[in-house]
């Protein structure tokens, strides 16, 4: 009796920190939450709002001389019960100015002079700013402020030079661009950040309202555009036979050559005003780009997105004619919005189109992908897919990736290994995936390698980001879904994704709506892998005959094969999933069955690849014999 | 109640474990302890190495072109136990080219073309060098490897430009120049990260080893120089008037005018050589910097900092005609010296002098300082001189690795600036100060950024991410431990700290170790609580009666605060809590009360620990 309740007692005392866990909540969040705009319940707030513009755009491109002009009208809509005083634009490519903030040394032909303003006007009122002091965000204090719940107008005329080299826009050669962030944008009023003040620094990414776009893009004949949301005039910038095999390539599943190189070249393709103006057209989306060739093969095909529907999405290339790799690109890219749309998440994909474009980068627009082209067709492939995946994260969930780029990456990056099993079979994926997304981060042990995955993405620097970016993330939601199993863990997800798409969730609301979504606190887990120092690290630490005591020295709730060796060369396997560590994160002993001699005892992380992978293994350096431990029963 | 009195054991013991829990430590410092390079014990461990340079440099700047050249001889020694592959060097000053990485905009006029180098020589190979492409850092891949405990010679010949618009460094004005970070030095190899392979920012300061200096400054007739180092030739550079008033400086109480803008400009203070040649020389110091100028004032004195010894510092001041401060900056030095020395941190001044120089920087260099003149607010110019002159302590005497962990220096020089403030203004003045410049703006802002541990690395902040963990997070604490230990303890703990570690290289666990044996007690409950949290301040009132007060910590920071009591009768009381009122419990405290009176109001008060909702502080009766 006494020490049933001294051990009842003891069971209180150790277990407490355990029921009390709670996740660490910035005083902005916390604040968010206390206004009613979030909540700990996974769902928006009753109070949730979100800031919107509509933006007309009408954008020349010079292919002489490489400059953007452009002329915007923007209807931008204050939701928030905040009066602005001040409107904040974003121009992320005057991160290509001499002397701005950026976070690694760029090519000299990346250098511009950035960008320069010829009109401002907001609300009728004339501003009299050409840009020529502005780095990457810039401020400006209104003239007459915008009460809550009140539309404003901003127009503005500009132009910026393409720079030579390119990263993730730029001229690609000198007749091929890839246009992105073109036009100045007011940048994100939100509730638990206030305006997003933040500089880019070439590496952090973005963070966007959800806009609708009316984009015009004039080019000179024979210049092609491909551009994000639906093109609305065929017709006029078309020659009849290519309208026509764009239009067949929309109903079928076949790839269709749409232009060749060669049709490019003799004017066949375009219609023969000296300038034509292709329109576009795409509602609540982050953001628009587009691009510009005279000479790139273009492909084109659909697939069906949407089972119930019958929904298609248009999938095009365009590159230049001697890529391996890109004349198999709308094949696969109708494989993979297949997949994403039927098999993970199982959301069709929620877009009409997605182009991928041939360029320098590997780097995702809402319906548009710039790659730069890979031979090796695994890892074409794989860049693909997973700027592909990025469609649902960041676009379609408006993550803020400035400041959380483990919410989208962390996504991508399972997908592309997701898919990638089903492609080329789990042995290759697991391989690819070790190599690219796990051995360097795990091999560094570097103090930068082992924080906290909620840090802000924009404080962390160096290797820092991406490890805590693309693999300590992936590797949270691949544990997370071991530990859930594969359905659980989808319908979680399919859960967040249909409570948060169009808005802009942030850490906890993914913690709070996944905890939701599956009806218990997964807090300890979160708590785990994104509020800690932790990393891979497991060890067997002795092996007795009533089991094997495994540590977790590196602390992250893993999953695991135990495997047990024996003298007669047989092997038995038993996997346990991140659940073992739930109640004890540090110690574990597990039964194994000593019934024949065991001759040594394995852990095997799989793709959570361990720090010290030598202690991994144990031999049994006393034979545990069978008949022994029967005879000291 | 014997069940109870189990239970309460148990909780005892369970709390007494996590006090006992280690702080975290990441890979590579929980290797270092391993290798034994560092040891719990907080002393340097058996196996502690750092390399070491003798910088052998002669730099010549032409004021009429604003280049700076040189010649330098590095004799460079590994002492690690590892065989070094390749050789880093390291030169901030390349943050002035067009595309450098940078942590702010930088204006045309701060942009040069950089660093060029004409030879790079190591041991007899020369190796050709396109300094071009170099950012802040560079490796030169050696084509012999330097095996461990053996040296090696470098010689590099070297140029770059004077930025128009100095930041730290840079032109003045068109015949003053702040020459600092001005040759390539060897980046520090250490044993917890190797190379430091971390580019320069702008922001970020500096981690360096501890060298030794001998140096040339040429410049033409009429300029003169002031440098880190003993000035070994003044009589080959000044005229005999001057240097008769220099050697006179150094035994004065008094300040000394060594020279007016007035005889510079009518050429009596230098010889009168084309070109003269300054020579410094010192030891076992992180760096070297100078300034040059044909038309600053020269103000000096000196002033005793070790009363053991009699030992005396030279203080100088190089300034502008128009600048009023500065022209108290000499008699301030003498004081503050005197005071850092006598008082907090209580150690000699370490450093043979200490020249302020006007810039634009409000800078620190070993035995300089750059800073800007504030003619109209004297308190905030001394403050700043006081601040400057404190980081001779940290980093400079201490060795701290700023760029990764800034909070080690900078909230001490935050500290030391308050400290003596309190000598010099009073603590209400010193009090308002602090909290309008270090507390306020970060408690005030709810940002998540202001919230980061304080343990978190400086390379890994950006924005105001950076400044608060850097100066006013850390100072809060480190005066938070004063509150807790009581000034003497305190003072012995750091001064176990600092003469353990001074001249080497600690990290934030050598610090936290060599306090906890210093203090004689284990805090770590107390660096959990400050370092690895992601604490705030803010204190609320919860319950109030006769007995007892409760407050809960919702901020989570173990701070010390007053409470203030009015009874019914009339009367008042105040009740001073230290942090270890949240030692057992870091969310809730009863606070006995022993005055059984009628309690009419009751409000907390952190003092210059500022509360984020100061409105749930206080407590009436209805």
Redesign the interface.
Same mark, same amino acid.
């Given at each position: 009796m006494k020490h049933s309740i001294l051990l009842l007692l003891l069971w209180l005392v150790m277990s407490y920190p355990l029921i009390a866990q709670n996740l660490y909540t910035p005083r902005n969040i916390k604040a968010a939450i206390n206004k009613g705009s979030r909540t700990e319940n996974g769902l928006p707030g009753q109070n949730y709002w979100q800031n919107q513009g509509k933006y007309d755009l009408n954008i020349q491109l010079d292919p002489k001389t490489g400059t953007i002009r452009g002329e915007e009208k923007i209807t931008y809509t204050n939701n928030s019960p905040d009066t602005l005083d001040k409107l904040v634009f974003n121009f992320v490519n005057n991160v290509h100015k001499q002397g701005v903030f950026r976070n690694t040394i760029p090519d000299e032909d990346f250098i511009t002079q950035g960008l320069h303003i010829s009109k401002l006007i907001i609300d009728g009122e004339s501003y009299n700013i050409d840009g020529k002091e502005w780095g990457t965000v810039a401020a400006i204090q209104l003239k007459k402020a915008v009460n809550p719940n009140r539309e404003m107008q901003v127009l503005l005329h500009w132009d910026y030079p393409l720079s030579k080299k390119s990263d993730r826009e730029g001229r690609i050669d000198s007749t091929t661009f890839f246009v992105a962030y073109a036009y100045p944008r007011i940048a994100v009023y939100d509730d638990y950040n206030g305006w997003d003040m933040l500089q880019h620094n070439g590496q952090v990414e973005f963070y966007n309202d959800f806009n609708d776009y009316d984009l015009k893009v004039s080019v000179p004949n024979n210049y092609v555009v491909w551009a994000t949301g639906e093109l609305q005039n065929p017709n006029e910038v078309l020659q009849a036979p290519i309208v026509e095999r764009l239009r067949q390539s929309m109903q079928r599943e076949e790839v269709v050559k749409i232009a060749s190189t060669q049709e490019m070249a003799s004017g066949n393709v375009t219609k023969q005003n000296s300038w034509n103006q292709w329109r576009f057209t795409a509602q609540h989306v982050p953001d628009v780009a587009f691009a510009v060739s005279n000479h790139y093969e273009w492909d084109a095909s659909s697939t069906i997105v949407d089972p119930k529907t019958r929904r298609r999405a248009s999938t095009q290339a365009a590159y230049s004619p001697d890529a391996e790799d890109y004349p198999n690109s709308v094949k696969w890219n109708n494989y993979t919005l297949n997949w994403y749309s039927t098999i993970w998440p199982a959301i069709p994909y929620p877009y009409s189109k997605m182009t991928i474009f041939q360029g320098f980068s590997a780097m995702e627009f809402p319906m548009m992908v710039n790659d730069i082209s890979i031979s090796d067709p695994y890892n074409a492939m794989r860049v693909q897919n997973h700027e592909i995946a990025h469609t649902y994260f960041p676009f379609y969930m408006g993550i803020n990736e400035t400041r959380y780029a483990f919410m989208d990456e962390g996504w991508a990056t399972i997908s592309e290994y997701m898919i990638g099993k089903s492609l080329y079979g789990a042995e290759k994926a697991d391989s690819i995936f070790k190599i690219y997304r796990v051995k360097d981060y795990i091999k560094d042990p570097s103090a930068e390698q082992d924080q906290p995955i909620i840090s802000q993405s924009s404080q962390v620097s160096g290797s820092a980001y991406r490890t805590n970016a693309y693999s300590k993330s992936s590797l949270a939601l691949l544990a997370l879904q071991d530990l859930l199993g594969q359905e659980t863990f989808k319908s979680a997800f399919r859960k967040y994704i249909e409570i948060w798409n169009g808005k802009h969730p942030t850490p906890w609301d993914y913690f709070y709506s996944i905890n939701a979504a599956i009806e218990q606190p997964l807090n300890w887990f979160w708590n785990n892998w994104y509020f800690s120092n932790n990393y891979i690290d497991l060890k067997v630490k002795d092996i007795k005959e009533n089991g094997t005591t495994i540590l977790n020295t590196g602390g992250f709730a893993i999953p695991f094969d135990l495997i047990i060796h024996y003298t007669d060369g047989s092997q038995t396997k038993q996997h346990y999933t991140p659940k073992v560590w739930q109640s004890n994160q540090t110690e574990l002993i597990l039964p194994i069955d000593n019934s024949k001699d065991i001759a040594a005892v394995e852990l095997d992380n799989g793709i959570f690849m361990d720090a010290t992978p030598e202690d991994n293994f144990q031999q049994i350096k006393v034979v545990i014999a069978a008949q022994r431990s029967r005879n000291n029963e | 109640m014997h069940?109870v009195y189990?239970?309460s054991t148990?909780?005892f013991l369970?709390i007494q474990a996590s006090l006992a829990q280690e702080l975290?430590q /990441? !890979?590579?410092?929980k290797?270092a302890y391993a290798h034994e390079t560092r040891s719990k014990s907080g002393v340097p461990g058996k196996n502690y190495w750092q390399n070491h340079g003798k910088y052998d440099m002669d730099i010549k700047v032409d004021p009429q072109s604003k280049l700076v050249s040189g010649k330098e001889n590095i004799y460079y020694t590994n002492n690690s136990p590892d065989t070094l592959h390749k050789i880093v060097i390291r030169f901030v000053n390349n943050l002035h %080219? /067009?595309?450098?990485? !940078? @942590? @702010?905009?930088?204006? %045309?006029d701060?942009?040069t073309s950089g660093l060029r180098i004409y030879q790079l020589r190591v041991g007899e190979n020369t190796y050709p060098v396109d300094a071009n /492409?170099w =950012?802040t850092e560079a490796e030169i891949i050696l084509k012999q490897p330097l095996l461990p405990k053996s040296q090696t010679k470098l010689y590099i010949e070297w140029e770059y430009p004077l930025s128009k618009e100095s930041g730290r460094e840079g032109q003045i004005d068109s015949t003053t120049f702040f020459v600092a970070y001005s040759y390539p030095r060897i980046s520090v190899y250490d044993d917890y990260?190797g190379w430091d392979m971390?580019p320069h920012?702008g922001r970020q300061e500096f981690y360096n080893d501890f060298n030794d200096y001998t140096f040339r400054v040429w410049v033409p007739k009429n300029f003169v120089v002031w440098a880190t180092g003993e000035f070994l030739n003044p009589e080959q550079v000044l005229k005999p008037a001057i240097a008769e008033r220099l050697r006179k400086s150094y035994t004065s109480n008094n300040v000394i005018k060594i020279a007016t803008t007035e005889e510079m400009k009518k050429g009596q203070v230098t010889l009168a050589k084309d070109w003269n040649t300054w020579e410094f020389s010192v030891k076992n110091i992180p760096d070297i910097t100078f300034a040059v100028s044909n038309h600053y004032q020269w103000d000096a004195s000196s002033v005793m900092v070790d009363t053991k010894t009699k030992r005396r510092a030279s203080t100088q001041a190089a300034y502008s005609d128009s600048a009023k401060d500065f022209e108290h900056s000499v008699e301030w030095n003498n004081y503050a010296l005197a005071w850092f020395s006598a008082n907090w941190p209580g150690i000699p001044y370490p450093y043979s002098k200490m020249t302020a120089v006007q810039g634009f920087a409000d800078m620190e260099f070993p035995m300089m300082v750059n800073d800007t003149s504030v003619p109209s607010d004297f308190r905030l110019a001394r403050l700043i001189q006081d601040h400057e002159v404190a980081h001779t302590f940290f980093p400079f005497y201490m060795g701290i690795n700023e760029t !990764?962990y800034a909070y080690m220096d900078e909230g001490w020089a935050t500290t030391l600036e308050y400290l003596i403030g309190i000598d010099e203004v009073g603590k209400e003045q010193a009090d308002n100060f602090y909290k309008k410049f270090r507390v306020s703006p970060y408690i005030t802002n /709810? @940002?998540? +950024? +202001?919230?980061?541990p304080i343990i978190?690395?400086s390379?890994?902040?950006? =924005?105001y =991410?950076y400044g608060h963990n850097a100066y006013g997070k850390p100072s809060l604490a480190y005066l938070a431990l004063k509150d807790l230990l009581g000034d003497e303890l305190f003072k012995k703990a750091l001064h176990h700290y600092m003469s353990l570690w001074n001249g080497k290289h600690p990290i934030p666990w050598d610090f936290f170790n060599s306090i906890n044996v210093g203090a004689n007690q284990d805090l770590n409950w107390f660096w959990q609580n400050w370092f690895f949290s992601?604490h705030?301040i803010d204190l609320a009132v919860i319950n109030v009666n006769s007995d007892s007060v409760t407050l809960q910590n919702i901020g989570g920071f173990a701070i010390p605060f007053d409470i203030y009591i009015e009874y019914e009768d009339g009367s008042q009381e105040t009740i001073h809590q230290s942090p270890s009122i949240w030692k057992a419990d870091m969310q809730k405290a009863v606070i006995p009360l022993k005055n059984k009176k009628r309690i009419k109001s009751l409000s907390i008060d952190g003092g210059i620990f500022m509360d984020?909702t100061p409105n749930n502080n206080s407590w009436s009766k209805k």
């Open positions: - | 069940y189990l239970f148990f909780l369970f975290y /990441p !890979r590579n410092i290797a %080219k /067009p595309g450098a990485i !940078r @942590s @702010s905009n930088a204006s %045309k701060f942009l /492409p =950012g990260n971390l920012n !990764r /709810p @940002s998540s +950024e +202001e919230d980061q978190t690395m390379s890994q902040l950006a =924005g =991410g992601n705030y984020a």
